[in-house]
Nanobody
């Protein structure tokens, strides 16, 4: 199994920045893919960014150029640097890990962007 612990959410004004962290309970080099998803009130959960083995990275169109996903293998941690935040980025952000054919989720961290 994989346990994921997120941190770094909070309240920020539009145009500001936040960095989310997701610490995994096992080496991220053994995990096929790790990513960030978000879910706003009344909306479906959506992919924000994902990094796969081989360092293949994909972003949702809505965050391209503003968000950056990265990984630190020594800390078993994946980050999401969020810049130029907009009110529409407000959501609960979840970390996801795909390992041995199963997806694992963190508990989520709230990001609120005020206008």
């Amino acid at each position: 199994q994989v346990q994921l612990v997120e941190s770094g959410g909070g309240l920020v004004q539009a145009g500001g920045s936040l960095r989310l962290s997701c610490a995994a309970s096992r080496s991220i080099f053994t995990i096929t893919a790790m990513g960030w998803y978000r879910q706003a009130p009344g909306k479906q959960r959506e992919l924000v960014a994902v990094i796969s083995s081989g360092s293949i990275i994909n972003y949702a169109d809505s965050v391209k150029g503003r968000f950056t996903i990265s990984a630190d293998g020594a800390k078993n941690t994946v980050y999401l640097q969020m810049n130029s935040l907009k009110p529409e980025d407000t959501a609960v952000y979840y970390c996801n890990a795909h390992w041995m054919g199963t997806g694992y989720w963190g508990q989520g961290t709230q990001v609120t962007v005020s206008s």
